[in-house]
């Protein structure tokens, strides 16, 4: 099984930088993805950044050039850089892995291991 934590979530105003972690545990395997995806109240969860074992990244439009996700082998994290973050970037960030899944994707049925989320509150 694989164990997802994130943090880092909090509020900021618009035009300002957050990053999102999330510490994975668990077993340790070769082949995986791991993607964040955020809902805000009345909406659908949505795709955000990916990345899969081998490095390939891969970015909803919405927050192409303006968050970056990167991961930190050593210490099993996974990161979402938020930048010239806006009110519509307001939602609960989840963070998601999946271990059959292991080519980058955004569709939230690929995965099967979820974090608990954190809210991040943009205000302009």
């Known amino acids: 099984d694989v164990q997802l934590v994130e943090s880092g979530g909090g509020s900021v105003e618009a035009g300002g930088s957050l990053t999102l972690s999330c510490a994975a545990s668990g077993r340790t395997y070769t082949n995986w993805c791991m993607g964040w995806f955020r809902q805000a109240p009345g909406k659908e969860r949505e795709g955000l950044a990916t990345?899969?074992?081998?490095?390939?990244?891969a970015y909803a439009d919405s927050v192409k050039g303006r968050f970056t996700v990167l991961l930190d082998y050593e210490q099993a994290t996974l990161y979402l850089q938020m930048h010239s973050l806006k009110p519509e970037d307001t939602a609960t960030y989840y963070c998601a892995a999946d271990l059959v899944t292991v080519e980058p994707s955004l569709v939230e049925r690929e995965y099967y291991y979820w974090g608990q989320g954190t809210q991040v509150t943009v205000s302009a």
């Open positions: 990345l899969d074992s081998s490095g390939i990244t």
